[in-house]
C-alpha cells in the first residue's frame, strides 16, 4: 500500500510538471535577455548638405525583432582639430546564440555644434578622412597621411619587410626598384647574438634576396626569395620580371 501510494505521489508530480506549453528555458534564451548597449559598425560615411553633419551607414544585428533597436550617438568630443565620437546600438537577443546572424545597415546622422570643414572623423576609435563627398577609412599603416606616391620610397620597403617572417630589428636594403618590381636583401635576424652580444656567440646573420610586385593598395607583393647571386628562379616563376634589377647582382 506504502508502494503504491509513493506511486501515485510520483505521477502527482510530473504531470503538475509538464503542463502543455512549460517548456523550461534555457541560460541565455530570449525569455531572460534584457536590453543592453553594443557598439554599431560604421561601413560607410558620407557629406550630407548640412556642413554641420555626416550621414553614417551602419551594420545593424538583423534577422529577429529585439536584436536592434535605436542607433545613435553616444559619445562626441572636438579635439586637436578631429571630431571623436562612438556609434551604438540597443539589443534584446545579442548574447543568443543564432538570434542574430545576419546585419542590416541603418544610418546615423552625426552633427556638430558648427562646420564639420573636412576634419578627420574618429568613430568607435577607427579613423575616417574626406574623400570627395564621402569619407573612407585611415590606413592601418600609414594613418590618414598621404601614402607615399612613390612605390620605392623607404616607408613602404619598412611596411613590407614588416610583414616578413623575420626579426623585427630586420630592414630591406633595396638593390633595385622601378615602381612595379622590386629587388632587395633582408637578414632574417640582424643581430642573432642579441643586441647585446651575447659570451660564446658567433654571429651568423642569415641573408636572403627578395623579388617583389607592386600590387597596389596591397603594397608589395613577393613573387620568390634566393639566396643565389643574380635573379635566381625568379625569372621560371615571372618570365615578365626585368633582368636588369637582378642579373649582375652578387651572391646575398
Known amino acids: 500500500m506504502r508502494r503504491f501510494?509513493?506511486?501515485l505521489l510520483c505521477l502527482g508530480m510530473l504531470v503538475g510538471c509538464a503542463q502543455p506549453g512549460a517548456v523550461p528555458s534555457?541560460?541565455?534564451?530570449?525569455?531572460?535577455?534584457?536590453w543592453a548597449t553594443f557598439q554599431a559598425d560604421v561601413t560607410a560615411v558620407r557629406v550630407s548638405d548640412d556642413p554641420r553633419s555626416l550621414v553614417l551607414t551602419v551594420a545593424l544585428l538583423g534577422d529577429a525583432d529585439g536584436c536592434s533597436r535605436d542607433p545613435r550617438i553616444t559619445y562626441f568630443v572636438e579635439e586637436n582639430n578631429r571630431i571623436f565620437a562612438n556609434v551604438v546600438q540597443d539589443s534584446r537577443l545579442s548574447g543568443v546564440v543564432g538570434a542574430c546572424p545576419t546585419h542590416t545597415p541603418g544610418e546615423v546622422t552625426l552633427t556638430?555644434?558648427?562646420?564639420?570643414?573636412?576634419?578627420?572623423?574618429?568613430?568607435?576609435?577607427?579613423?575616417w578622412?574626406?574623400?570627395?563627398d564621402e569619407y573612407r577609412r585611415c590606413d592601418a599603416t600609414f594613418g590618414c597621411d598621404p601614402m607615399p606616391a612613390d612605390h620605392c620610397d623607404h616607408a613602404w620597403i619598412d611596411v613590407t619587410v614588416q610583414g616578413m617572417d623575420v626579426s623585427r630589428h630586420s630592414t630591406g636594403s633595396v638593390e633595385?626598384?622601378?615602381?612595379?618590381?622590386?629587388?632587395m636583401t633582408v637578414p632574417f635576424d640582424p643581430v642573432p647574438c642579441g643586441v647585446e652580444a651575447r659570451e660564446d656567440c658567433i654571429p651568423s646573420v642569415n641573408v636572403r634576396r627578395y623579388f617583389l610586385r607592386w600590387s597596389g593598395q596591397g603594397g608589395w607583393a613577393m613573387i620568390a626569395s634566393s639566396t643565389k647571386a643574380g635573379c635566381g628562379s625568379v625569372l621560371t616563376g615571372e618570365p615578365a620580371f626585368p633582368r636588369r634589377l637582378c642579373a649582375k647582382l652578387p651572391k646575398p
Open 112 to 127: 556638430a555644434p558648427g562646420p564639420i570643414d573636412g576634419r578627420i572623423v574618429v568613430l568607435n576609435q577607427q579613423p
Open 176 to 183: 633595385g626598384c622601378d615602381g612595379t618590381w622590386l629587388v
Open 129 to 132: 578622412k574626406p574623400d570627395g
Open 5 to 7: 501510494a509513493a506511486v
Open 26 to 34: 534555457p541560460a541565455g534564451s530570449a525569455e531572460d535577455t534584457s
